[in-house]
């Protein structure tokens, strides 16, 4: 049965161990810069030092289980009204049987309960798989963004919106 587990700031590290394969595989292909670029990114925001300040600016970051195994995790924030889903991964293996609906679920309910009536996000104009389950979650495109990520890297993102 899935569920959820908050993780603190002690997690971090094997959050991060966690995370690595996950991103090598979705973003590896995915990029442009290929795996050279997907490790840029997951060494500037998921290092376990990345993960700690994402905490400290208030993100709250929970592992995804299956019977007792973590097959994904999430994170997000509250901003005022609005509630900033920044992840949302599964592990390979574990995608197609409605997981990230659970967790996107859990965190709409989590805004709700911080008072947040909208939600938003970022997903790479690449992560088709990714687009159409946020679309199939009630998210719209709202705009394209492209912004200079440093080391001769950018993101190009999709920012999708929902009411909660």
């Known amino acids: 049965m899935a569920d959820i ?17 996950i991103w090598a595989e979705v973003f590896g292909p995915m990029l442009p810069g290929g795996p050279a670029e997907a490790e840029y990114f997951f060494e500037s925001w998921q290092s376990e030092d990345g993960i700690k300040k994402a905490m400290d600016d208030g993100f709250l970051y929970w592992y995804m289980t299956d019977g007792g195994r973590r097959v994904g995790y999430f994170a997000a924030r509250a901003e005022g009204e609005r509630l900033f889903i920044s992840k949302c991964y599964l592990a390979k293996g574990e995608r197609g049987r ?61 920012v999708m919106s929902r009411e909660i």
């Open 98 to 158: 409605g997981l990230g609906s659970e967790m996107i679920r859990a965190m709409l309910e989590y805004g709700r309960g911080q008072g947040c009536t909208s939600a938003y996000l970022h997903v790479n104009v690449r992560n088709a798989d990714a687009i159409r389950a946020y679309e199939r979650n009630g998210f719209v495109r709202i705009y394209r963004e492209i912004r200079d990520r440093g080391n001769g890297f950018a993101t190009d993102d999709f």
């Open 5 to 21: 587990q908050l993780i603190d700031r002690g997690g971090a590290g094997g959050l991060h161990a966690f995370a690595r394969p």
